[in-house]
């Protein structure tokens, strides 16, 4: 090979390295730009979810504040299992009835019930505060209707209300209380697992699913559920008085279907929330002042929460791949 030969190997040589180089910076930069592009349609799409959630909860304060100037009925509705962290919490509903309340232009109330049951507590606190609110407001009526379910602590609350209207098909009632656990001690015997548990405290350790089950404990938990049980019979007797049926499984924990709970006294009548707000109340418009109040905080916090997680495995890409 002469030298000319050479000259012209290197410099092919030299063409090659120099196109690959051209082609891997340019395939790096169009992916440098698709992920910006990335990030900015995804900061794009979040911002517009935040400020359509925005434009909707101020659209409900606006129903509200134009509602305060024409008569209308106001609904609180209590749905899914009752507890302290779920939606229907003792705190937020209970300010939804007090917004509603305290507004001029409500006639009547209505608190629509879908729910299973859940905390005796919490289902406790708003009846009480129904009792309350009717009580220093008797000139509004205040009624609940039961939609799908309205049973054990979802019928706790309904009870506090002047009258309880449902669907023939509704499930009411459960009056009862219950606790749920299991027992594994023959389970970890098959395992062959031996249970350790240090306690101070002669019962602190009771019910303990992994140790055989003891009568004193069970007795015990039998008369605290039995107390809870007897309040709940004594806010239903308060709640519905003379209405009730002399049925004596009407505090068994059994539930009915909406038409037989109107002929066991356990509600009043049959009908939704249009035809208690048309018919009952006389405000055919329907407002509603269930509260949400942490919607928008919980939805901000996880998009930002989202945005920053995809904001850093983007940029983190980037600097690695230069």
């Keep these: 090979m002469n030298q000319h030969e050479t000259e012209s190997a290197l410099e092919e040589r030299a063409f090659h390295r120099d196109l690959i180089n051209r082609l891997s910076f340019a395939a790096l930069a169009e992916q440098r730009r698709s992920r910006r592009w990335g990030i900015f349609f995804k900061v794009l799409t979040f911002t517009y979810l935040i400020v359509v959630t925005v434009i909707l909860f101020q659209g409900q304060q606006l129903q509200k504040l134009t509602a305060s100037t024409t008569e209308h009925t106001a609904l609180v509705?209590?749905?899914?299992?009752?507890?302290?962290?779920?939606?229907?919490?003792?705190?937020d509903v209970i300010a939804s009835l007090r917004d509603a309340f305290e507004d001029e232009g409500?006639?009547?109330?209505i608190v629509e019930i879908n729910s299973p049951g859940g905390s005796p507590v919490q289902s406790a606190y708003i009846y009480d505060e129904l009792r309350r609110l009717r009580?220093?407001?008797?000139?509004?009526?205040?009624?609940?209707?039961?939609?799908?379910?309205?049973?054990?602590?979802?019928y706790y609350i309904a009870v506090g209300a002047e009258n309880i209207y449902v669907n023939p098909s509704s499930i009411i009632g459960s009056i009862g209380v219950r606790m749920d656990s299991f027992g594994f001690t023959e389970s970890m015997k098959k395992l062959g697992v031996e249970r350790r548990l240090y306690t101070a405290g002669v019962n602190k350790g009771g019910l303990d699913p992994f140790l055989p089950e003891k009568?004193?404990?069970?007795?015990?938990?039998?008369?605290?559920?039995?107390?809870v049980?007897?309040?709940?019979?004594?806010?239903?007797?308060?709640?519905?008085?003379?209405?009730?049926?002399?049925n004596p499984?009407?505090?068994?924990?059994?539930?009915?279907?909406?038409?037989?709970?109107?002929?066991?006294?356990?509600?009043?009548?049959l009908g939704d929330r249009h035809f208690v707000a048309r018919e009952i109340i006389g405000a055919k418009k329907i407002v509603s002042y269930t509260h949400t109040p942490d919607l928008l905080a919980r939805f901000a916090e996880r998009v930002g929460t989202a945005l920053s997680q995809q904001l850093h495995q983007q940029?983190?890409?980037?600097l690695t791949l230069q």
Excluded at 106 to 109: I, R
Excluded at 137 to 154: F, Q, R, Y
Excluded at 256 to 267: D, F, I, N, T, Y
Excluded at 315 to 318: D, G, I, N, P, Y
């Design 249 to 269: 499984d009407l505090f068994s924990g059994l539930f009915w279907s909406g038409e037989r709970g109107v002929a066991l006294g356990l509600a009043d009548g």
């Design 215 to 227: 009568e004193g404990d069970v007795e015990h938990v039998k008369g605290v559920l039995t107390e």
């Design 315 to 318: 940029w983190t890409a980037q």
């Design 229 to 246: 049980h007897q309040q709940f019979i004594t806010a239903v007797k308060a709640g519905r008085g003379a209405r009730l049926g002399q």
């Design 106 to 109: 409500v006639k009547g109330v």
């Design 135 to 154: 009580q220093q407001n008797p000139e509004i009526p205040l009624h609940a209707v039961i939609a799908d379910i309205g049973a054990s602590g979802g």
């Design 77 to 91: 509705e209590i749905k899914g299992v009752i507890a302290e962290d779920s939606r229907a919490n003792a705190e």
